[in-house]
């Protein structure tokens, strides 16, 4: 008898944990690894939550809270959608959980039936197509091009959309290229969906924080308010306040979803953290004022290691506006050999030869869609993104043509 579930066919084994854990065993083994493979940001977290967090615990504030987020949470959760996007909901609109990933699988386990499609720009965050087929349903995926900054076209969503498709998932700043939508590439793409009424829409804004560009951020349910109600905005701690471990996510939308959603999670995890939650509360009561730091950090960053990448022969990369990664399209070196013989013929292999060689860890293209290209996270010191670009450098220089 089949042990495992069939269900277990739809989780590839993760490439992002699979690189973060060879590097961890080398540098517990004493290497001199950088590890740039990681989605977490370097600074610490903000001081409001994390004192807040510190209280709670010595409050006794460690039992169990409502299933999907405590009064006060939601209230703080209310205000920030008010302050920052200019939304209004409802506190039963609203549901908080262990993180972002939690509150996406909620509502993709809440409404997929067999059949039912979800349409996913590539290259796309590793963990949405996984979901999808999780909770049954059919991720479709659609092209995104250099020529319009790897942003979902109207052309390319409308070519996309069947009578099956239940979700569209849209992710600005997204995971993995730094790709960040405009008011008005929102507002195109509204158009396009208002001709299909049965579809929904989920906005992962988890990076909202993490702009280093012109473009202001905006999120759908903003642009196109007559879409309300077919929008679930998701968004959390994780990445804009350096609370990863926290695990709080939240997401706005129709009472009807929310309330589906607290239900699934009623029965698997119940509350996230008590603690974590009042730290949030504290957090998103104030302006995210320090987020203008952490930016400008970010920006230095980015530009030193794209212009350092863009200057190894065979590697291009485009300029993130957002997030913390950059995406180098690696084709170039692609049937290049190491110095020890082994011909270079996908990113999986090249990442491997980074770590062997230059002590980097970074994250093969093909886990987010994208073949020819690799992840580096540039959320680590600064000193360790530039010894890592000339590593690089110097490892790619190695590889005959
Ligand atoms: C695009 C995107 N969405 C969601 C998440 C998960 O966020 P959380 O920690 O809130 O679950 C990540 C984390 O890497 C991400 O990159």
Known sequence: MQFLS?????????KTMAITDKARKLIASGEDVIDLSSG???????????EAGMKAIQAGVTKYTTGDG?????????????RDNLLSYELNQISVGAGAKQVMYNALAATLNPKDEVIIPTPYWVSYPVMVSMCGGTPVFADCFADTDFVLTPQELAKRLTPNTKWVILNYPNNPMGALASKEDLEKLADVLRQHPNVNIITDDIYELLIFSDTKFH?????????????LTVNGMSKGYAMTGWRIGYAAGRADLIKAMSKIQSQITANPSS?????????????PTHAQGWCDTFRKRRDMIVSALNAIDGVTCETPMGAFYAFPNVNGLMGRTTPDGKQISNTDELAEYWLDEAKVAVVPGIAFGAPENLRLSYAAKTEHVEEAAARIRVACEKLEL
């Open 6 to 14: 069939n269900n277990m066919k739809n989780i590839p084994p993760s």
């Open 40 to 50: 977490e940001p370097d600074f610490d977290t903000v001081s409001t939550a994390s």
């Open 70 to 82: 405590t009064a006060e949470l939601k209230q703080a959760i209310q205000e920030k959608f008010a």
């Open 219 to 231: 999120t759908l349910a903003q642009v196109a308010p007559d879409l309300y109600d077919r929008i």
């Open 275 to 287: 603690i974590g939650q009042a730290a949030a509360t504290q957090a998103l009561k104030a302006k």
